[in-house]
């Protein structure tokens, strides 16, 4: 499948990746028919999705299953009255009915927004106002569905609730039900071009309300880079991302760039996160390939994995989060795999990473890949040199890189803010060394300025996260008349700690900033310490510093 849209697939090195890598984009690219249903033509039999659960179910998908799903689904879906251009809402965590909608919904050129169902009344009603959301798919948990009803007297264009049970409440359809009575599928004639929106992703909203990413149908193909050449995986691969559906990380470890590489996708469906289930997954199922946050990692290396066979294990890639160099440290210890770090947002795809080619820096999110012309720019517009911080941009050139956000839905002005005079603001700030590698330092609202030093959280968050007292922390800026700002730490304390925190808590600041000046360079320690029992964050768990910054103005 690589071989349809890349002229040379195998490279020697990065510099050969660097140069050689192109992706032919056909037109009128569809998802759907271009990739699912080609697999099931060519080679219908081979393994697509291995979905269990924590009820011990198992199923292999095929990719003639997929393809015969996604159509009964894209069928019932017709009937209905859903086609091209509307908005469908899919709540699914981790089941394996979002597999069958977002393929379906790709096929009859609608628009498709993954959302989580740690959403509220007030979340769904601010989705459906703004994207103007026509269907919404969901679980049928009560909770969850009992969010989407109140919501809905005040969501005018909702006109379809399915639910994929085990609840189905009055004046919902049946998903399951609806698929098996489905009609045959037929194709619509021009379900979409290349330039149409075919994914929209809320964001986060750690400064403010969601933002609408729009994404153009061509996006899949800005991840072959992804799966191919930073997870690393083939076609005998069998792929572990562990993250929800309802975020966009989903799209980047469990379909696109996996499938096109024609790779098996495992998906463990779970209620609660156990660590050492995981492990065995690993164990039982021989996944060779597995991608997660550093916050699952350093769950995992405090279990005893002398009780599970990870032999079959082969890569590890890390996203979503800064990594720390001691959770490298360790898993690489335990297991001798390097974590492979990767960088992006919801307004891109990988840009960039730690690629096969590479020795990883523990800390560093790698070097720039071959699709963006990355850049870092200083506050006053000129390139940074190495070893200065800078925002990460990206230089357009004319052409909207492949992956790139196609806009903010039904916001021009936000979009030019971000995506203007042929660059698009990332909004993150980070460093280069001489070799090339990047490393994160923070947002580009979180810098700290102080005395003259220009302080990134992450850098601090590194230094306090090897101190055994601290569990989670945040690093924020505090004005101060003398140095412009200061460093605050807002920490959350390991159990073993909070009765010091009570007992002795001046000698416990003491420790822990001493402890970060001979971690890091001793004028990046927080002179101001905070303990909290937790820290506010996003619904997705990005934590809201513009919280803790708005509470230091008091």
């Known amino acids: 499948m690589l071989e349809r849209f890349l002229d040379k697939t195998k490279f ?147 006109k379809a609730l399915i639910s994929t049970g085990p609840i189905v409440p009055e004046g919902w359809y049946d998903f399951n039900k609806g698929i098996e009575a489905a009609a045959p599928f037929v194709r619509p004639e021009a379900p979409n071009t290349n330039d149409d929106v075919s994914l929209l992703y809320f964001t986060s909203g750690t400064t403010g309300q969601p933002k ?18 930073w997870h690393n995986i083939n076609g005998d691969s069998l792929h572990l991302t562990l993250a929800d559906t309802g975020w966009g990380k989903a799209v980047w470890g469990k379909l696109y760039g996996q499938w096109i590489a024609g790779a098996n996708v495992f998906v463990y469906d779970f209620e609660k996160f156990e660590p050492v289930d995981v492990l065995h997954k690993i164990h039982d199922h021989g996944i060779t390939s597995f991608c997660a946050p550093p916050t699952i990692f350093r769950f995992l290396i ?16 890390i996203a979503g989060e800064a990594l720390n160099p001691s959770v490298y440290e360790e898993w690489l210890a335990l297991t001798g795999i390097k974590l492979m770090e990767g960088f992006g947002q919801t307004e891109t795809t990988l840009t960039i990473a730690t690629y096969p080619w590479l020795e990883p820096k523990p800390g560093s999110m790698g070097k720039k890949g071959p699709e963006y012309d990355i850049d870092l720019i200083t506050p006053d517009g000129r390139s940074a040199e190495d070893g200065e911080h800078g925002e990460i941009i990206v230089r357009v050139h004319g052409r909207k890189p ?10 021009p002005a936000l979009t030019k803010e971000a995506y203007d005079n042929g660059i698009y603001h990332t909004g993150d700030v980070a460093w280069r060394d001489e070799d090339g590698y990047y490393w994160f330092v923070g947002r580009t609202d979180d810098v700290i300025k102080s005395s ?75 002179r101001i310490v905070e303990f909290v029992k937790e820290l506010p964050k996003t619904i997705s768990g990005k934590i809201r510093r513009v919280e803790i910054r708005d509470g230091n103005q008091d």
């Open 12 to 158: 020697e090195s990065y510099e050969d990746f660097m140069e050689n890598f192109h992706v032919n984009v056909p037109e009128n690219f569809n998802f759907g028919y271009d990739v699912v249903d080609a697999w099931a033509e060519k080679e219908p039999d081979r393994p697509a999705l291995l979905w269990t659960n924590d009820k011990g179910e198992k199923i292999q998908f095929t990719f003639a299953d997929i393809k015969r799903e996604s159509d009964k689904t894209a069928s019932f879906f017709q009937e209905l009255g859903i086609g091209k251009g509307d908005m469908v809402m899919l709540i699914l965590k981790r089941h394996y009915q979002f597999w069958f909608s977002i393929i379906a919904l790709h096929k009859l050129g609608a628009v498709v927004i993954p959302a989580t169902h740690l959403l509220t009344e007030k979340d769904v009603k601010y989705r459906c106002q703004m994207a103007g959301i026509k269907a919404i798919v969901s679980v049928g948990d009560k909770v969850v569905t009992d969010h989407i009803e109140k919501a809905l007297p005040e969501c005018p264009s909702v």
């Open 212 to 229: 609408m990413v729009a994404h153009d149908f061509t996006y899949p193909l800005g991840h072959i880079i992804t799966a191919s050449y």
């Open 302 to 317: 405090r279990e005893d994995l002398s009780k599970f066979d990870l032999s079959t294990l082969k890569y590890c890639t």
């Open 402 to 411: 492949l992956g790139l956000f196609k806009e903010y839905l039904h916001d």
């Open 452 to 526: 003259g030093y220009r302080i990134g959280p992450f850098e601090v968050e590194s230094a306090l996260m090897t101190h055994p007292a601290v569990v989670e922390c945040a690093i924020t800026g505090v004005p101060d008349e003398i140095r412009g700002q200061v460093v605050k730490a807002t920490i959350v304390l390991a159990k073993d700690f909070e009765q010091r925190a009570e007992t002795d808590r001046e000698n416990l600041i003491k420790e822990i900033q001493s402890h970060v000046k001979r971690v890091t360079a001793p004028y990046k320690y927080p």
